[in-house]
């Protein structure tokens, strides 16, 4: 087994699920990456709210909220 197919069993992905939400989630990488900056844009766009407003500056409990997560 050659290293890559090594490594490729080994790689996972992990969704921590609702509740895990933050206030101020997401802003280091949204100052610095234009295409983050892009993606909640157009997340803010899609849903007709701004979703990084709420990411960024909550409040907690509507972070929270089924709805919004």
Not at 28 to 47: G, H, K, M, W
Request: charged share 20%; net charge negative; proline share 4%.
């Amino acid at each position: 087994m050659d290293i890559l197919n090594s490594m490729k069993a080994k790689i996972a992905f992990i969704f921590p699920g609702q509740g895990s939400q933050y206030v101020g989630m997401g802003k280091q990488l949204y100052d610095a990456s234009p295409a983050a900056r892009r993606i909640f844009e157009q997340a803010n766009t899609v849903l007709g709210f701004s979703l990084s407003t709420l990411c960024f500056e909550g409040p907690q409990e509507e972070l929270d909220d089924t709805y919004n997560a």
